[in-house]
């Protein structure tokens, strides 16, 4: 069976690269990249080196019980028993956002001791975790409401759309599903973030007063200048700006304007100013978009197919199981996709380099890469074939080097 094959598949490649990634990390441990050396200490690099093949386990196993977690659903009937179990009691769109949320429910449940243990146990023996257990179930509830608040009048639309059955269903969703996309870009900033982190202004006024002649220079306008507290969940270091229009906002981790020096903050905006004046977060939202319409437009043409429910393990049709069955199956056939993605992104971040060389300064970018490499324990020495597959940011070999040309 097809779905079979490509999850053998997916699962051998991930394994191979999980390996691959632990032996080279730990072959390449006991020594810092000449190009770090006298910036990095060993101390640091082994850390980091730890820290990469902790998480890279922990993700063979939590990859284990997301795959028996999806043959539970489907080939062991998971799926259709919650289908009976719904269709006895409720009716119309009631039974299919019952049935919708009640997947989510227990795949969240399953989730949820292998989030507890990245956060309590990896992050905290790596001196990371700054989060107490009464925040994280805070978070928690906050998301599960905005999950229901959000997430029940978006489904019902999407359903109903389905529901009409028109030749063209698949089209209607998609336009619905882009605009609210756009429209929670717009919204976030001011309405969501600050339910999970507190912003404030920022107050310093020198740096404040370097970051504007940056934004002037740079022909960006920004709605404020905000100082995020992201030091009460963890100590991992950012900057980011967010929001379209009116709604733009420029942040900063309070971790981040801890560890680095006024220069190397104005070299970090840089590069995400990067990003905007290269108009990558257009592009990205551009092929979302463009790869959405076309798994709906897949789905257009496998709804009515008996082999898309009974090779599942479903023995019954209807939009909300063709839904989930969809949503189950796709991140399966897509993986061996990943390192296109990636290769995107990585090009992406040497664009934003070259940016933030050309108008900020490509030595204090470097300095405040290796110290954000060290405060988050980046391995130095990512096994290439791995790297190739999942990193959105290029090695920081490679980063430096081509820092070190400009």
Known sequence: MLFLAALALMIVLRLILAWRQ??????????????????????AH?????????????????????????????????LQALHDFWSLRLSGLAYDIALVFSV????????????????FVIEEKFGFNRMTLRLFVADLAKQAALGMVIGTPVLTAVLWLMAQRSSYWWLHV????????????????????????????LDDEPLKARIQALLQRC????????????????????????GFGKTKRIVFFDT????????????????????????????????IFG????????????????????????????????????????PVFTFIFTPVTSLISRRHEYEA???????????????????????????????????????SHPPAALRIARLNEC
């Open 353 to 391: 380099d070259r940016y933030a060389a050309d108008h900020a300064s490509a030595a204090s970018l470097i300095e405040a890469l290796v110290k954000l490499y060290e405060d988050n324990a980046s391995t130095l020495t990512p096994d290439p074939l791995h790297s190739l597959f999942y990193d």
């Open 174 to 201: 998609w336009l619905f599903w882009c605009g609210f996309n756009l429209l929670i870009l717009f919204v976030y900033p001011s309405w969501i973030a600050p339910l999970f982190n507190k912003f404030t202004p």
């Open 256 to 287: 981040l304007l801890g560890r680095l020096q006024p220069v190397e903050v104005e070299a970090v905006l840089a590069h995400e100013l990067g990003h905007f004046k290269h108009r990558h977060v257009i592009k990205r939202i551009v092929l």
């Open 46 to 78: 082994q850390k980091a080196a730890d820290y990469a093949i902790d998480r890279t386990r922990f993700g063979v196993l939590r990859l284990a019980v997301e795959i028996l977690l999806l043959l539970a659903f489907t080939f062991a009937g998971g």
């Open 104 to 119: 989510m429910f227990v795949s969240g449940i399953v989730d949820l001791p292998f989030s507890l243990y990245s956060q």
């Open 219 to 242: 022909g960006f306008a920004a709605s404020g200048l905000f100082v995020m507290d992201g030091s009460k969940r963890s100590n991992h270091g950012n900057a980011y700006f967010t």
């Open 22 to 43: 632990i032996s080279h990390v730990m072959r390449h441990r006991s020594e810092v990249p000449t190009q770090f050396a006298g910036r990095v200490e060993i101390a």
């Open 291 to 330: 790869l959405s319409l076309a798994f709906l437009a897949a789905l257009g043409q496998a709804i009515d197919a008996d082999w898309f429910f009974y090779g599942l393990g479903v023995t019954t049709k209807n939009m909300a199981l063709a839904l989930i069955l969809f949503f189950l199956v796709v």
